[in-house]
């Protein structure tokens, strides 16, 4: 079973850029897709980046084209996601999650491990 924690996150204005990290108990081979999945207050949990494949498969919701970067050490079996050009709609609870390569990666649903979770507020 893998096991998963976050680190980095927290309070950053509008426009501004914040990296969060997440460090798997295992290596995360081509049975896994990792990613990042976000709950905003009062909302349901929502995919923001995947990666599959030893990271050479990435999705992104379009939300965050352009703006997020997911990223992948397999060497270290670190998962990471570089945040820019903030916005206050990217507020909420960030958290690292795996599954099996099966099923779509941006759906929060398919993914059995998940870590504990790390804040980030975007103020305007």
């Known amino acids: 079973q893998v096991q998963l924690k976050e680190s980095g996150g927290g309070s950053v204005e509008a426009g501004g850029s914040l990296s969060l990290s997440c460090e798997a108990s295992?290596?995360?081979?081509?049975?896994?897709?990792l990613a990042w999945i976000r709950q905003a207050p009062g909302k349901e949990p929502q995919g923001v980046a995947a990666?599959?494949?030893?990271?050479?498969?990435?999705y992104y919701i379009e939300l965050v084209k352009g703006r997020f970067t997911i990223s992948q050490d397999n060497a270290k079996n670190m998962l990471y996601l570089q945040m820019n050009s903030l916005k206050p709609e990217d507020t909420g609870t960030y958290y690292c999650?795996?599954?099996?390569?099966?099923?779509?990666?941006?759906?929060?649903?398919?993914?059995?491990?998940w870590g504990q979770g790390t804040q980030v507020t975007v103020s305007l």
């Open positions: 999650a795996a599954k099996d390569k099966l099923g779509a990666p941006l759906l929060a649903d398919n993914y059995a491990y």
């Open positions: 295992e290596y995360t081979d081509d049975r896994y897709c």
């Open positions: 990666a599959c494949n030893y990271g050479t498969s990435i």
